[in-house]
């Protein structure tokens, strides 16, 4: 989490500042070339790598809550380092062998068409940003409602009077419906909008999409995951009432060892 914040906050400079500034300045490719190729090349690795980090979340979770050995096998000690940097190797392949978006003043949004010569469009396509949309982003959407499942599943047969545990099962499938639906809309009309006429409404849409994908998880944690929520108000230097897990506890550890299922409930609560 803490890596894909960096990416996050990273692409935020790109997408937010730095397309406001060219926008202003109503720049196209041939106003600011380095500018505009550089920060699109950056944009490029940033976004699919994020996309790669943001699967390997998610498969973590979902391992954890259900084959946790085989998570542990995966994820233990230093091996998480070594996960995450095949998705930095993944990002780095879209940054120098990729065709890297432009910005155009005329759409207000990033194309690989940087839009010098009319109907070259075509030679500007990047089928591996196609896959990553799609693909990757999909199957993380497909892991994301597993999830959502598994954790129901573990809920089902508790008492419907602990509604600390409802609670939890609710604000897990919320996070995730919520983060899942902001990136696979921004993935979704990315790709429309590169190789279709679109509307100029539905690319500002695009264009917020990708904005909100980098920004949305940090507010939805702050709104809906009360542990996140606390320890950042104790960073602040706020006060906040400890809340006991107990309640929400009892549901994960009948049938099984308390301290297992005590660990993986304070796993994907803090995750999200």
Aim: aromatic share 16%.
């Amino acid at each position: 989490m803490s890596f894909l914040a960096i990416v996050d906050i990273l692409s935020i400079i790109i997408n937010c500042p730095i397309t406001g500034f060219l926008a202003y300045q109503g720049a196209v490719y041939c106003t600011y070339p380095n500018l505009i190729y550089i920060s699109g090349m950056a944009a490029m690795g940033l976004w699919c790598c994020s996309c790669v980090v943001a699967l390997i979340l998610v498969m973590n979770r979902l391992l954890d809550l259900i084959f946790p050995n085989l998570g542990q096998f995966l994820f233990n000690g230093n091996r998480t380092f070594y996960v995450l940097i095949l998705s930095i190797l993944y990002g780095l392949y879209f940054v120098f062998f990729n065709t890297p978006i432009c910005f155009t003043s005329k759409y207000h949004s990033w194309f690989f068409d940087p839009m010098i010569f009319k109907g070259k469009s075509i030679e500007y396509a990047n089928v591996p940003h196609f896959f990553n949309n799609v693909f990757v982003v999909a199957i993380t959407c497909c892991l994301y409602l597993i999830f959502c499942v598994a954790v129901g599943a573990k809920l089902k047969n508790v008492d419907h009077t602990l509604s600390g545990a409802r609670k939890a099962s609710t604000q897990v499938f919320f996070q995730s419906a919520m983060i899942c639906g902001v990136n696979l809309l921004a993935s979704i009309i990315y790709v429309t909008m590169n190789y279709i006429e679109v509307p100029f409404w539905l690319i500002m849409v695009g264009q917020h999409m990708w904005q909100l994908g980098n920004c949305a998880p940090a507010l939805i944690y702050l709104k809906f995951n009360r542990t996140i929520r606390n320890g950042v108000m104790r960073k602040l230097g706020v006060k906040v009432c400890s809340t006991s897990l107990n309640t929400v506890c009892k549901c994960f550890i009948e049938g099984s060892s308390r301290k297992s299922y005590t660990d993986q409930l304070q796993h994907f609560t803090v995750t999200g």
